[in-house]
């Protein structure tokens, strides 16, 4: 990269030397906006290698967006650990575990005087949330089909497809859950939550904590158990507050097996006590946006997972994931309550994948699998204190090739802005679901056009769209301005297309910067080309933070950019 960075400032020099129009300044401009906007922006494609290569941190003006997908953003991934780096991390690992003899382990005291060791059967049937099929990929409390379209798309929770409780009788999963504001009089906390058997035949009790102080418990028996538990705020009001929150879930007591109970996924949010009834997730609805005009919802600002007190040195979590062609994991952890350095290693599918350490920031080349199959990663941390809040896992993210986007430009429009749009998008799509959106961009000096009529658009994918009946593909101009003036159109068996001089004028009446314009309508369109649509004409959606509704201040600067749940999980439905 820096090889290429040098030859192409060699180049710029030399022309400038010859050269001094106008013209040849627009081209000197040109190629360094390429450079700092477009390559920086490609996605590195490994084979069997692990180069390290840094996310970009965004310009000031790109959209103040969902708070996981911006963290995405904000990372500067690297791969493996060299041997160097190896020998470090050990040595500094045994040093600090020479010294954790003065760790106290803590062990939540529980008494079992009133339950067999193996539990007892429960009379109450599992409840169903009426879900069609896990295929469908609708989360689960969620009525299918709905037609709700009032709150945003859940980001992936840490169980991903599914978690396996640690081996240890007394199981416990822990999560890091940070609530951006207080809890009002009027709403409870819910925790939506689905846990499965899988090698322990037996009932066991099943325990909520939060904030070290127990909300819940039932005995779940060997099948589904999907409930939400509600946490009253007339209860719990003193552990309700702004900040931090330690949600922690036990199996108790457990056989002592791998694999024993699975959680599917776990999600909490903030909402009045109706909600409960109607098992929908409580998830942000900005002020205004009906049906509550005037009232906002809140869901978690961070949610991340500790590692479990497993009672030994060497800790394992281990998850159920898809996975498909070009599979990378991005993974994060922070110290939490243990501040040293630790080995961490990665497996997939039982195959050694990667040494890193913990604290850290990887992206790791996982390989070629078939797309849409489930796979277990499974992460080991060695050298461990025997202590509850070890570390964090704040970044889990498997994601595969789903979609690809070609991307070419007129010449001497302001691409860098849509590059970082489609950015955002690319981030969204990682932390919120399992398939990748790439970007492929091609060309940024296509012959200058005012205004591009439908028949010159079909004219331009016809000579330019490179990857033309490739399976899996789909082109995007950026024109200055479109037939029919619309800010930007999904022509089906085409592609996308964006008009700049358009969103300009938008831009101006609505305020907002060229940056989020461009992510709103990328994401609009790009979620037409993937299946978001509802008839065979435009429907837009009638939550106007949605990017699914029609261009607005609320789908662009005012609020975060996303879908809505019911927009989001149409996609590839048709």
Same mark, same amino acid.
């Given at each position: 990269?820096?090889?290429?960075?040098?030859?192409?400032?060699?180049?710029?020099?030399?022309?400038?030397?010859? $050269?001094?129009?106008?013209?040849?300044?627009? $081209? $000197?401009?040109?190629?360094?906006?390429?450079?700092?906007?477009?390559?920086?922006?490609?996605?590195?494609?490994?084979?069997?290698?692990?180069?390290?290569?840094?996310?970009?941190?965004?310009?000031?003006?790109? !959209?103040?967006?969902?708070?996981?997908?911006?963290?995405?953003?904000?990372?500067?991934?690297? #791969?493996?650990?060299?041997?160097?780096?190896?020998?470090?991390?050990?040595?500094?690992?045994?040093?600090?575990?020479?010294?954790?003899?003065?760790?106290?382990?803590?062990?939540?005291?529980?008494?079992?005087?009133?339950?067999?060791?193996?539990?007892?059967?429960?009379?109450?049937?599992?409840?169903?949330?009426?879900?069609?099929?896990?295929?469908?990929?609708?989360?689960?409390?969620?009525?299918?089909? &709905? %037609?709700?379209?009032?709150?945003?798309?859940?980001?992936?929770?840490?169980?991903?497809?599914?978690?396996?409780?640690?081996?240890?009788?007394?199981?416990?999963?822990?999560?890091?859950?940070?609530?951006?504001?207080?809890?009002?009089?009027?709403?409870?906390?819910?925790?939506?939550?689905?846990?499965?058997?899988?090698?322990?035949?037996?009932?066991?009790?099943?325990?909520?904590?939060?904030?070290? %102080?127990? $909300?819940?418990?039932?005995?779940?028996? !060997?099948?589904?158990?999907?409930?939400?538990?509600?946490?009253?705020?007339?209860?719990?009001?003193?552990?309700?507050?702004?900040?931090?929150?330690?949600?922690?879930?036990?199996?108790?007591?457990?056989?002592?097996?791998?694999?024993?109970?699975?959680?599917?996924?776990?999600?909490?949010?903030?909402?009045?006590?109706?909600?409960?009834?109607?098992?929908?997730?409580?998830?942000?609805?900005?002020?205004?946006? !009906?049906?509550?005009? #005037?009232?906002?919802?809140?869901?978690?600002?961070?949610?991340?997972?500790?590692?479990?007190?497993?009672?030994? &040195?060497?800790?394992?979590?281990?998850?159920?994931?898809?996975? #498909?062609?070009?599979?990378?994991?991005?993974?994060?952890?922070?110290?939490?309550?243990?501040?040293?350095?630790?080995?961490?290693?990665?497996?997939?599918?039982?195959?050694?994948?990667?040494?890193?350490? &913990?604290?850290?920031?990887?992206?790791?080349?996982?390989?070629?699998?078939? /797309?849409?199959?489930?796979?277990?990663?499974?992460?080991?941390?060695?050298?461990?204190?025997?202590?509850?809040?070890?570390?964090?896992?704040?970044?889990? +993210?498997?994601?595969?090739?789903?979609?690809?986007?070609?991307?070419?430009?007129?010449?001497?429009?302001?691409?860098?802005?849509?590059?970082?749009?489609?950015?955002?998008?690319?981030?969204?799509?990682?932390?919120?679901?399992?398939?990748?959106?790439?970007?492929?961009? /091609?060309?940024?000096?296509?012959?200058?056009?005012?205004?591009?009529?439908?028949?010159?658009?079909?004219?331009?994918?016809?000579?330019?769209?490179?990857?033309?009946?490739?399976?899996?593909?789909?082109?995007?101009?950026?024109?200055?301005?479109?037939?029919?003036?619309?800010?930007?159109?999904?022509?089906?068996?085409?592609?996308? +297309?964006?008009?700049?001089?358009?969103?300009?004028?938008? =831009?101006?009446?609505?305020?907002?910067?060229?940056?989020?314009?461009?992510?709103?309508?990328?994401?609009?369109?790009?979620?037409? &080309?993937?299946?978001?649509?509802?008839?065979?004409?435009?429907?837009?959606?009638?939550?106007?933070?949605?990017?699914?509704?029609?261009?607005?201040?609320?789908?662009?600067?005012?609020?975060?950019?996303?879908?809505?749940?019911?927009?989001?999980?149409? =996609?590839?439905?048709?």
């Amino acid at each position: 990269m820096y090889k290429r960075k040098i030859q192409a400032l060699l180049l710029v020099v030399l022309s400038l030397s010859i $050269v001094s129009s106008s013209a040849m300044a627009q $081209v $000197v401009d040109s190629m360094m906006q390429f450079e700092s906007s477009a390559q920086l922006y490609q996605q590195r494609e490994q084979s069997d290698d692990n180069t390290d290569w840094q996310t970009p941190i965004l310009e000031d003006e790109i !959209p103040y967006g969902d708070s996981a997908t911006m963290e995405f953003l904000s990372q500067e991934w690297r #791969g493996p650990l060299s041997q160097d780096e190896i020998r470090d991390v050990e040595l500094s690992s045994a040093a600090a575990l020479s010294n954790a003899d003065s760790i106290l382990t803590e062990e939540r005291a529980f008494p079992d005087s009133s339950v067999d060791r193996n539990g007892t059967f429960d009379d109450e049937d599992p409840l169903d949330f009426g879900i069609e099929s896990e295929s469908e990929r609708g989360w689960p409390w969620q009525p299918w089909p &709905s %037609q709700r379209k009032d709150f945003a798309a859940t980001v992936l929770s840490p169980p991903r497809e599914g978690h396996w409780f640690p081996r240890k009788s007394y199981s416990v999963l822990a999560f890091d859950i940070t609530f951006e504001y207080e809890v009002s009089s009027s709403d409870d906390v819910y925790i939506w939550t689905w846990i499965v058997n899988d090698q322990d035949l037996y009932s066991r009790y099943l325990t909520f904590w939060w904030d070290n %102080q127990m $909300v819940h418990q039932r005995i779940i028996t !060997p099948w589904d158990l999907k409930t939400s538990i509600k946490i009253e705020y007339d209860d719990f009001k003193d552990y309700l507050g702004v900040g931090h929150h330690r949600l922690e879930i036990a199996i108790n007591y457990g056989a002592w097996k791998d694999h024993g109970w699975k959680m599917i996924y776990v999600w909490p949010g903030i909402g009045p006590t109706p909600w409960a009834d109607d098992q929908h997730p409580p998830l942000r609805s900005h002020a205004g946006a !009906p049906p509550w005009p #005037g009232e906002g919802r809140d869901a978690p600002t961070d949610f991340f997972e500790f590692t479990p007190n497993t009672g030994s &040195s060497n800790v394992i979590v281990e998850y159920q994931v898809y996975a #498909g062609t070009s599979t990378y994991l991005n993974l994060v952890t922070d110290n939490w309550d243990d501040t040293s350095t630790r080995p961490l290693r990665v497996y997939w599918d039982g195959s050694f994948k990667a040494y890193l350490y &913990s604290p850290g920031s990887f992206q790791i080349w996982i390989g070629n699998e078939n /797309d849409d199959s489930i796979h277990t990663l499974k992460l080991k941390f060695s050298n461990m204190p025997i202590m509850h809040y070890a570390k964090r896992i704040t970044t889990m +993210a498997v994601h595969h090739r789903g979609w690809n986007v070609e991307l070419d430009c007129m010449y001497g429009l302001d691409y860098g802005s849509l590059v970082n749009g489609i950015t955002y998008t690319q981030a969204y799509y990682k932390v919120h679901s399992y398939h990748r959106m790439d970007l492929s961009l /091609d060309e940024t000096d296509i012959v200058y056009d005012d205004y591009t009529t439908d028949s010159e658009y079909r004219s331009l994918h016809n000579s330019h769209f490179d990857h033309s009946g490739q399976a899996g593909w789909t082109w995007a101009l950026l024109a200055n301005k479109l037939e029919g003036e619309p800010i930007a159109f999904y022509m089906p068996g085409y592609g996308l +297309a964006f008009a700049q001089e358009t969103i300009d004028d938008g =831009r101006e009446t609505e305020g907002g910067t060229r940056t989020q314009w461009m992510t709103m309508s990328f994401m609009h369109e790009f979620g037409h &080309s993937i299946g978001i649509k509802e008839g065979p004409g435009e429907v837009y959606c009638w939550n106007t933070d949605c990017v699914m509704a029609s261009a607005s201040a609320e789908n662009t600067h005012y609020h975060d950019a996303w879908y809505c749940f019911y927009h989001f999980w149409l =996609r590839n439905k048709h």
